[in-house]
């Protein structure tokens, strides 16, 4: 078994062979089959942050790089809130209409 974590910038992620939907930055467990089939897609995957380091040591580390920590205690969700500060953003016009709206003809007028 391996501990993963997703950059996806759409949020929570439905992940074959994980149980629920791990928000970006949030480890997960999968077969070390699949783990490497994931991070082939490295701008999606990576391996999870090691927690080998002292709840200090990552409380420095998110200092260094302007995180807040604020109310967070535990090394799980210290290592998940850098993860998340890592993980893209959405880019892209966000404007545009939904795909139904798009397709939905006006009300009282006909489909062209």
């Known amino acids: 078994m391996r501990q993963l974590i997703h950059k996806s910038p759409l949020g929570p992620l439905s992940i074959p062979g994980v149980l629920g939907e791990p928000e970006p930055g949030e480890p997960f467990e999968v077969d070390d089959d699949i ?16 927690t080998d380091r002292t709840i200090a040591e990552l409380r420095d580390l998110a200092e260094q790089r ?15 809130a850098i993860a998340r ?12 209409p939904a795909p139904t709206e798009a397709n939905d003809p006006q009300e009282g007028g006909e489909q062209q």
Not at 66 to 80: C, E, F, H, P, V
């Open 85 to 96: 500060h890592d993980a893209p953003e959405v880019v892209g016009n966000t404007d545009a």
């Open 66 to 80: 302007g995180i807040d920590l604020t109310g967070l205690r535990s090394k799980a969700d210290i290592t998940a």
């Open 35 to 50: 783990a490497e089939v994931l991070l082939e897609q490295s701008d999606l995957y990576a391996p999870a942050p090691t």
